[in-house]
């Protein structure tokens, strides 16, 4: 990642759900403010504390930002997800719908901000291929590389966990709120870790030739994983900072 002198950055978390891509975010973002940097969360804050209507009013903000910005992008995106195959006409909706929904967040953040995002591009293109009939993975990995270069520096950070910890955590999540089921129904732990898998392949290849995206990973099998994943981001991002 080439850096900014001004603090602008993005960070995106990719993982598994359960992998604890948001406990990670929450607290380097506070970490992050406590140092007084402009720090912002919006994935976060839209997916917390925020009622229904609210939530999908902001979304739809977004989304209609992002695809007025970027309408090549836009219909490049739509079109690879129409042609994955989607499960149902409502996948399909909902599946595009966060796409152009994120791609405004990228869009709208500030100059000299850093942007935290826990559900990310990466996260989206991984939720499109979950129950696809057709892998179209490598486009949306690129598409997600391109955003992200056009955003700014970037750095997405892969969250690694076992699957039987993901198990554990998805188990005692009292919302369910999850497209992944640790008990083996429907989509199971062990089809979110082959497609994690295919679109760690595929971003490595898109983000091979793009200086201003950069790929770190972090283990977050614990309390001590937690509080060193986190001190890992921030290392790189103030080394960053110091050389852009």
Same mark, same amino acid.
């Given at each position: 990642m080439?850096? @900014?002198?001004?603090?602008?950055?993005?960070?995106?978390?990719?993982?598994?759900?359960?992998?604890?891509?948001?406990?990670? $975010?929450?607290?380097? /973002?506070?970490?992050?403010?406590a140092?007084?940097?402009?720090? +912002? =969360?919006? /994935?976060?804050?839209?997916?917390?504390?925020?009622? +229904?209507?609210?939530?999908y009013? %902001?979304?739809?903000?977004?989304?209609? /930002?992002?695809?007025?910005?970027?309408p090549?992008?836009? &219909?490049?995106? %739509?079109?690879?997800?129409?042609?994955?195959?989607?499960?149902?006409?409502?996948?399909?909706?909902?599946?595009?719908?966060?796409?152009?929904?994120?791609t405004?967040? !990228?869009?709208?953040?500030?100059?000299?901000?850093?942007q935290?995002?826990?559900?990310? &591009?990466?996260?989206? %293109?991984? @939720?499109?291929?979950?129950?696809?009939?057709?892998?179209r993975?490598?486009?949306?990995?690129? !598409?997600a590389?391109d955003? !992200?270069?056009?955003?700014?520096?970037?750095?997405v950070?892969v969250?690694?966990?076992?699957?039987? /910890?993901?198990?554990?955590?998805?188990?005692?999540?009292?919302?369910?709120?999850t497209?992944? +089921?640790? %008990?083996?129904?429907?989509h199971?732990?062990?089809?979110?870790?082959?497609r994690k898998d295919?679109i760690?392949? @595929?971003?490595?290849? $898109?983000?091979?030739?793009?200086? +201003?995206?950069?790929?770190?990973?972090?283990?977050?099998?614990?309390?001590?994983?937690?509080?060193?994943?986190?001190?890992?981001? &921030?290392?790189? &991002?103030?080394? =960053?900072?110091?050389?852009?």
């Open positions: 080439t850096g @900014s002198a001004d603090g602008t950055a993005t960070v995106e978390f990719f993982g598994v759900p359960g992998a604890g891509k948001s406990t990670i $975010a929450r607290r380097l /973002t506070e970490r992050l403010a140092t007084g940097r402009p720090v +912002s =969360e919006p /994935t976060y804050e839209l997916a917390h504390g925020v009622s +229904s209507a609210r939530r009013l %902001a979304k739809s903000g977004y989304a209609a /930002t992002g695809t007025c910005r970027r090549r992008q836009a &219909l490049a995106a %739509a079109r690879a997800i129409a042609e994955s195959g989607q499960p149902s006409p409502r996948a399909l909706v909902k599946t595009t719908f966060n796409w152009l929904y994120v405004g967040v !990228l869009e709208s953040r500030k100059s000299g901000e850093l935290v995002l826990d559900q990310g &591009l990466v996260q989206a %293109a991984w @939720s499109v291929g979950l129950g696809a009939e057709r892998d993975t490598t486009p949306l990995c690129e !598409l590389v955003a !992200l270069s056009r955003a700014g520096p970037s750095v950070v969250v690694d966990v076992a699957p039987e /910890t993901v198990r554990e955590r998805l188990a005692s999540r009292a919302d369910g709120d497209r992944v +089921s640790p %008990a083996g129904d429907g199971g732990v062990s089809e979110a870790f082959e295919r760690e392949r @595929s971003l490595a290849d $898109a983000v091979a030739d793009e200086p +201003s995206v950069d790929l770190l990973r972090v283990d977050n099998e614990s309390q001590a994983d937690l509080e060193d994943a986190v001190a890992t981001v &921030l290392e790189r &991002l103030e080394g =960053e900072r110091h050389h852009g």
